[in-house]
């Protein structure tokens, strides 16, 4: 279809992730882990040394790969580059805000869920019209 993001189907398409080491380490032991023949992996852990311009750069490249069709990103990393994943708009990869073991899930922080939230309010408005 036209308009629509295509994904490398080389082989397979990555997942990243950008959260703190417990995520990560629990990803990867789920075996979505991947380090390239350039030693570049596909997760970044954020710990208390994790700077926001490393975490906009990681996001910035993993949005920009493409062999990634997913960026998992913990709420409490994300809302450190909000203006980051709020600006993001490609269909792929597709960004999913998750919770991690001590920052609960909080759906009115999400931008992603507020974006649905919003198309389907407006789709039912104009459903309603007919």
Known sequence: MA?????ATRNSALIAM???EDTVVGMLLA????????????YLIVDS????????????EFT????????????FVANMIRFLVD??????????????KDHPYDPSRDSILSRVKHLFNT???????R
């Open 31 to 42: 075996g979505v882990g991947n380090v390239d023949l350039r030693r570049k992996t596909n």
């Open 87 to 100: 600006s993001y708009n490609k269909p792929i990869p597709a960004i999913l805000e998750i919770p991690s």
């Open 49 to 60: 040394k994790t700077t926001v311009k490393q975490i906009e750069d990681a996001f910035k």
């Open 3 to 7: 308009g629509r993001g295509q994904i």
């Open 18 to 20: 950008i959260a703190d």
């Open 64 to 75: 920009s790969r493409d062999d990634v069709a997913v960026v998992l990103i913990s709420q």
């Open 123 to 129: 789709e039912s408005v104009a459903d309603g019209r």
